[in-house]
């Protein structure tokens, strides 16, 4: 919660200087598409790359997801969505298993731990199951992670689960480029509506903090404080 807590702050505070120190005015998403696009392959690979370290991070998948028709065309977008969502999955997934899956396990709801079991006899089915319906989830990534499913059918209900999500979030992304294309941030505003705009964004951020502080008991690695004690004696 605290880094992502930090990462909201810093947005915000990029924000703020973005506006106040007038920056805005020179940003070109123009120039950002092409350079991106005149990388090639290289450009792909950054893309999935920050995606792979930042989403297990706090970052939600979305951004990215929005972000890729806005530089690529709508298959290639797709595309790289998909294999930077699988990339990140993984990431996490060896993380939580090879680094600190001890630590993890011992902090997990009751209610993902028993998830455990059906993992185990029918996890490519429960993989694909838990992709459709919640997709990316970063509690879900590590709680993947440190259960007893199998590396294969994580990675194929990963690849096969991902799939509707990932298109729907392209079609958006590709709706809002379009917006985008007749409606330019430059021509945005800004000198009436500025302001407005980031009141607007840091009331929503801290609503939604609020928000996930208080359900985050529910789903923290932490459940009122305590650990399974079988877990503990084995650690």
Known sequence: ???????????????????????????????????????????????????????????????????????????????????????????????????????????????????????????????LLLRLFFYTAPTLQFALGVSRVRLGPFVVGTILGVIPFTLLMTVLGIQINAWLAAQPISSWPWDRFGPLILASMVAILTATFLFIRKWQSKLSFEHNGRVNPSLEQES
């Open 1 to 127: 919660m605290r880094a992502r807590l930090a990462l909201v702050l810093v947005a915000i505070c990029i924000g703020v200087w973005l506006y106040a120190s007038g920056t805005y005015a020179s940003i070109d998403p123009a120039a950002m598409r092409a350079w991106l696009q005149q990388a090639g392959a290289w450009g792909a690979v950054l893309f999935i790359s920050v995606h792979c370290v930042l989403q297990p991070l706090g970052v939600r998948s979305l951004f990215f997801l929005l972000t890729a028709p806005m530089v690529w065309d709508p298959a290639t977008a797709f595309a790289l969505s998909w294999a930077g969502t699988v990339a990140a999955s993984i990431a996490a997934f060896g993380f939580a298993r090879f680094v600190a899956r001890g630590w993890i396990q011992r902090r997990l709801p009751p209610g993902i731990l028993r998830l455990d079991e059906r993992l185990a006899l029918r996890g490519l089915r429960t993989v």
